[in-house]
């Protein structure tokens, strides 16, 4: 960005220009904003405008793990661009490919690819942080997926009410994902960066070293034990969870107790109730509104966790499965040693799966996702990828153009203009003064 800027209302209109139908001026009737079902001409001349309407456009929901990220970001990026070369033209070519492909389809309404917290935190601690958003940014077409968290909660909630009164309420991908869904999107990205503290960078470290060491010690302990079948380390997961949930919950009020009456020093940080305890206290409250006695609550929470609809949440089906799948590797002394990064990446594929169409994880997590909906039936119609099957990636994005209606592409061009369509292969090289 430049160091003056002119306050010109007319820099707001862009091309493709028509003639003007107000007062006649020709190549001055521009394109003044698009959003949602719609966008604006205005006049140049005139400064007239009016609002067009847009049909509906079924955008396809693509996830890309985070190493599908790093790829693309140093393929289109001049300083990691040669990295990438040294292992073979085949694997530079292919994610240019790739990227020509998603931002060919991007611009076309066609596909989105949201972006998720995994991708920021996974994003903070490296050197390449701002160039990673700024691809993942893009790429997401202004759809973001919700904290795995709250998905969770979302969904085990919606199961305590079907166990509850019945109801059934479905967690859909309106629900968990916010942003331009179906949506035609602007030229211009506007994109808010809160940038972490380093408390809070800190804090994710730690976060993540803890939940990781947890993961290692069980990978560990299946290796050691004496090897069981698939159903019993699935069953074992399924179990652990609901009083796992409880006991922070448990913790977590007797922390606050002994704050609150003076035992302890007040820690406003340790106030704040963990995930998990946040979903026992909103179960809490739905059976508070409901008319049941607070003594009787947690019981009935706790009764709740051993029923057929607790053990039925999509998330926790597909992260057991993957579990057990990965125990089973353990006890036949075949799993891969797990990173910082597995827990995360096996956390994000259970919580995002069931609300995607597709989804480019690892070879690592494809196959556990693979032995897993083998012997579960999981509830997500996702196609997968993995850097196995990349190839058929690129065919399953050829097909979603071909399958457009084909007046699509004439009516993106008279929305955006003819050059819009090219990928945008250079959105990483610095221009002119913005280099240090
Ligand atoms: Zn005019």
């Known amino acids: 960005m430049g ?18 139908p107000f007062c006649g001026e020709r190549e001055s009737y521009g394109v003044l904003m698009i959003n949602g079902r719609g966008y604006v001409r205005r006049c140049r001349s005139c400064m007239k405008d009016k609002r067009f309407s847009l049909p509906s456009t079924p955008k396809k929901l693509l996830y890309l793990d985070q190493f599908v990220i790093s790829k693309l970001m140093f393929v289109l990026h001049p300083d990691h661009r040669e990295r990438l070369r040294k292992q073979g033209d085949e694997e530079a070519a292919f994610w240019l490919a790739l990227f020509e492909r998603l931002d060919r389809l991007l611009k076309l309404q066609l596909l989105a690819c949201p972006d998720s917290t995994a991708h920021w935190e996974e994003s903070l601690p490296s050197p390449f942080n701002t160039d990673l958003r700024r691809m993942y940014e893009h790429l997401s077409a202004d759809v973001s997926y919700e904290h795995p968290a709250t998905i969770k909660r979302f969904q085990l909630h919606a199961a305590f009410l079907r166990w509850l009164d019945g109801t059934e309420k479905v967690v859909t991908v309106e629900d968990i994902a916010s ?11 506007v994109t808010t960066r809160i940038e972490p503290t380093d408390e809070e960078l800190s804090e994710l470290r730690e976060v993540r070293e803890r939940t990781h ?21 699935f069953e074992g997961q399924l179990l652990a969870a609901g009083p796992h949930d409880m ?23 340790q ?10 206290t909103i179960l809490k409250r739905t059976l508070g509104e409901r008319g049941v006695p607070v003594d009787q ?27 057990a799948a990965l125990a089973v590797k353990a006890s036949l002394q075949q799993a891969p040693s797990p990173d910082a990064g597995m827990l995360t990446d096996l956390n994000t594929v259970a919580t995002l799966l069931p609300y995607c169409d597709a ?33 058929e990636l690129l065919d399953w994005l050829d097909e979603l153009e071909s399958a457009a209606d084909p007046e699509h592409p004439a009516l993106v061009e008279e929305v955006y203009g003819s050059g819009w369509q090219e990928p945008y292969t250079t959105m990483l090289v610095a221009k002119e003064g913005e280099r240090e």
């Open 3 to 20: 160091t003056s800027f002119v306050l010109d209302p007319r820099a707001w209109i862009s091309p493709p220009y028509q003639s003007c």
């Open 179 to 189: 942003g331009a869904i179906n949506h035609w999107t602007d030229r211009i990205q």
């Open 213 to 233: 060491a947890g993961l290692a010690a069980e990978v560990e302990r299946w290796r050691r034990e004496p090897r069981r079948r698939f159903s019993e380390y």
């Open 247 to 269: 006991r922070v919950y448990t913790k977590w009020t007797e922390t606050v107790v002994r704050m609150t009456t003076g035992v302890v020093q007040l820690d406003p940080e």
């Open 271 to 280: 106030m704040l109730p963990p995930n998990p305890a946040r979903t026992v």
């Open 297 to 323: 609550q947690l019981s009935k929470i706790a009764e709740f966790f051993t029923s057929e609809d607790a053990r039925q949440v999509p998330w926790l089906q597909i992260a057991c499965g993957m579990l």
């Open 359 to 391: 989804i480019f994880i690892d070879n690592r997590c494809a196959d556990l996702l693979r032995e897993a909906t083998e012997r579960v039936p999981l509830d997500y119609e996702a196609s997968v990828f993995s850097t196995g099957n990349r190839e």
